[in-house]
């Protein structure tokens, strides 16, 4: 059990101005934990907690998370108003929404730099602390389409599907010197991510993928409507946090349940069709 019981914890949280990230903060701070929590917007992290919180255990960071030096001297910053770290929470991300070959490559670099490069940023600036101090807790905020794929995701599940695969070596790496990796993958949540604030869109899409445009339109028109809970979610995580120990992944939603079931079931099918042939390709033995 790494959490901290005897005095407060300190927390490292990415994305933190609307959605999970500003529940995650605002609930945090209402414990009684310290805070670092970067955004590209300060301003608009501290409006949305004006009168809402305390806010004199937060440390907000104005972070690029795709400059390793800014992450690095955030984590310095952290270390140095708090006196430790003791969970990182990768929380920032965007959702894009069209065909695979409607996918610019800048826009594809875009994606990654923030989903897979600035995690890793986080990552190799925070482990070195907590690996020497023997505890700690990653937590990486994928999604249900970190675990399966749809159409017109593709772009945003190539980011989830590789935070995924970094996430799982990273946990098997860490154990050894007590620290935990959680991967939570929530559904649909009513945060900012399906609005225009956040969810971005092909600067050249074709007409050759009418059904993805009208996807996009009903996602647009999900707004408002969505199942998860915000304020249920970032409650989820930290209790997850706290008891420790936990499975590697913490599904959030009932929709993000059943996708992920599915996506088992075809894999089992898949598997089950091909235990004959795999086999079939070995050397033979000597
Ligand atoms: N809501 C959902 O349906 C859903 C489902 C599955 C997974 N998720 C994941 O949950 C996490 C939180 O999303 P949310 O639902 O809370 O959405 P949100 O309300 O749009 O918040 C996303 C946060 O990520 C940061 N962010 C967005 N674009 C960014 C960029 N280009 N560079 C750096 N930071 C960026 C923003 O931080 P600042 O503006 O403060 O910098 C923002 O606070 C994301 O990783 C998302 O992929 C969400």
């Known amino acids: 059990m790494s959490f901290p019981s005897n005095r407060p914890a300190t927390w490292f949280v990415t994305g933190t101005s609307r959605g999970l990230g500003i529940e995650l903060v605002t609930q945090l701070l209402q414990r009684g934990d310290h805070v670092a929590a970067t955004t590209r917007s300060t301003e608009r992290l501290l409006s949305a907690l004006d009168g809402r919180v305390d806010t004199s255990r937060l440390l907000p960071l104005t972070v690029d998370l795709r400059d390793e030096a800014a992450v690095e001297q955030a984590v310095h910053q952290t270390v140095e108003r708090f006196g430790g770290l003791d969970v990182v929470v990768n929380n920032a991300g965007y959702g894009f929404l069209a065909a695979v070959e409607e996918t610019s ?63 799982e070596a990273l946990a098997t790496e860490v154990a050894e010197f007590g620290v935990e990796v959680t991967i939570v993958e929530p559904g649909y949540f009513r945060t900012s991510f399906l609005t225009r604030d956040s969810l971005a869109l092909p600067t050249r899409a074709t007409d050759a993928y009418p059904g993805i445009r009208e996807m996009t ?70």
């Open 105 to 167: 490559a800048a826009e594809v670099r875009d994606m990654l730099d923030v989903q897979v490069v600035g995690v890793w940023n986080v990552l190799r600036a925070t482990l070195p602390l907590l690996r020497e101090q023997k505890s700690g807790h990653i937590v990486n905020v994928s999604s249900v389409l970190g675990l399966t794929a749809v159409p017109g995701w593709g772009l945003y599940c190539a980011g989830k599907f590789a935070l995924e695969g970094l996430s």
């Open 217 to 286: 339109e009903n996602h647009l028109k999900l707004q408002g409507a969505q199942l998860g809970d915000p304020v249920k979610g970032a409650a989820a995580i930290i209790d997850e946090v706290v008891r420790g120990e936990g499975p590697l992944r913490l599904l959030l939603g009932s929709d993000a349940h059943a996708y992920a079931t599915a996506k088992v079931d075809a894999l089992r099918a898949n598997l089950d069709a091909t235990a004959e042939t795999a086999p079939t390709t070995d050397h033979a033995t000597v």
